[in-house]
């Protein structure tokens, strides 16, 4: 890989993705430590896809403005690590509530910068990219696993700590960062965003992409606390995040053949359909070990699959220099607008109706985004098998981020 910074990029990615593997799992719990409701506790949560219904766009427009994205990823990360340190001295609801707003505006700022810088340094070699962004996904595995470790022998206020020191982390391998020069076709002007959004498909995919997110809502929310009520120790809670973390990662490597022999209207359908599953055993059938790990199991389908066909669509349908807008509108409607609402919903429901029904809730989200690609996604519109196999290195972004988040 010369010229290409290899390892400063990976570095990056390395601590982005611990940090979601140090939060997404344990922070609830360090809320609940604190005593809070599980509506506060789902409206604290909820900042970060709060913030991504809108941080994500700004700060792209602000990049790209400005043709330099490196100052303003340095920047956002030392502000998200200022923004951090407030929770080492607050405990109520407000003054967490205005950290983790600040917190979630900025830190969400920097990854699709990041990605974008990634591919610019890769430029006609978009397949190495996989090679990159795995090093997320280890670090998210790692994290989640040694915190769930650690937890199980240091008291749950250590967990600040933790963040913290993955904070770090991200700030220096923001400081080593290079600028990439960017990539622009100026030639032709950019398709109109409008024009885009009245085909069916369209509006289909990105309404499902919002439903698939809701209906994670409760998992990314209380998955955690829901296993520690029912018997499970933070070692254990930290290996099932990881395995789905490395179920996603198994169906990643096998996409690309798959997106070869099935369209991508079959592989979303076959991706809802699992998530149904997934969620009412989640919510009904959790105590049984095994049926836990096939739940996560089930991972790759609901976020891996899914998110793939979802990314190869939107790079397809929104062509040339309406792709980041594309990938600005299916970030903020899914991972942001859904995910803010399946946090919000969840977090009402949990202490109202308990984790039984509300885990049911995310399952008819999960139906309801299986009718939209049914019925609002013809095969006809979709695209033929092979035609997308190109473009999966663009669908490894994250969790996480969503898992992105977007998250793993």
């Not at 400063?8 to 430590?33: E, M, N, T």
């Not at 976020?303 to 220099?321: D, E, L, Q, T």
Request: glycine share 10%; hydrophobic share 55%.
């Amino acid at each position: 890989m010369s010229a290409l910074p290899y390892w400063r990029l990976s570095g990056y990615y390395f601590f982005h993705f611990a940090f979601i593997g140090v939060f997404s799992p344990y922070f609830s719990l360090y809320l609940k430590s604190l005593s809070f409701s599980a509506w506060d506790i789902g409206l604290l949560m909820s900042q970060m896809q709060l913030m991504r219904m809108f941080a994500p766009y700004l700060w792209g427009a602000l990049a790209d403005r400005s043709a330099r994205r490196t100052p303003i990823i340095r920047l956002a990360a030392a502000i998200s690590l200022f923004a951090f340190v407030a929770f080492f001295f607050t405990k109520s609801l407000a003054g967490l509530l205005a950290a983790m707003a600040l917190l979630a505006f900025f830190w969400s700022a920097t990854l699709p910068l990041v990605e974008t810088q990634t591919f610019d340094h890769l430029r006609d070699e978009p397949a190495r990219y996989s090679r990159i962004r795995v090093w997320g996904s280890i670090g998210f595995i790692v994290a989640v696993a040694g915190v769930g470790a650690l937890l199980e022998h240091w008291p749950i206020g250590s967990l600040l700590w933790m963040l913290l020191a993955t904070l770090v982390g991200i700030l220096a391998c923001s400081l080593l960062l290079p600028e990439a020069p960017t990539q622009r076709t100026d030639s032709a002007p950019p398709p109109r965003i409008g024009d885009i959004l009245r085909q069916k498909r369209v509006r289909a995919l990105l309404a499902a992409c919002f439903a698939m997110s809701a209906a994670h809502g409760a998992y990314y929310v209380f998955y955690s606390i829901h296993l520690s009520a029912n018997g499970y120790g933070t070692a254990l809670v930290g290996g099932l995040w990881s395995l789905g973390v490395v179920a996603e990662i198994g169906v990643f490597l096998v996409m690309a053949p798959l997106m070869r022999r099935f369209s991508l209207r079959t592989i979303l359908l076959v991706s809802f359909a699992a998530a149904v599953l997934r969620f009412l055993l989640i919510g009904w059938y959790v105590e049984l070990p095994l049926v836990a790990a096939g739940a996560q199991l089930l991972h790759a389908l609901t976020f891996g699959s899914h998110h793939a066909a979802a990314i190869a669509a939107v790079n397809r349908w929104f062509p040339g220099r309406a792709q980041g807008r594309g990938q600005a509108l299916y970030s903020s409607l899914s991972f942001g607008a859904g995910g803010l609402l399946g946090a919000l919903v969840s977090g009402w429901s949990w202490d109202a109706l308990g984790a039984g029904i509300t885990f049911t809730l995310c399952s008819l989200f999960a139906l309801a985004g299986l009718l939209l690609v049914l019925f609002g996604v013809r095969e006809e519109e979709g695209t033929p098998p092979g035609a997308d196999a190109p473009t999966m290195t663009n669908s490894l972004a994250a969790p996480g981020d969503s898992r992105q988040e977007a998250r793993p």
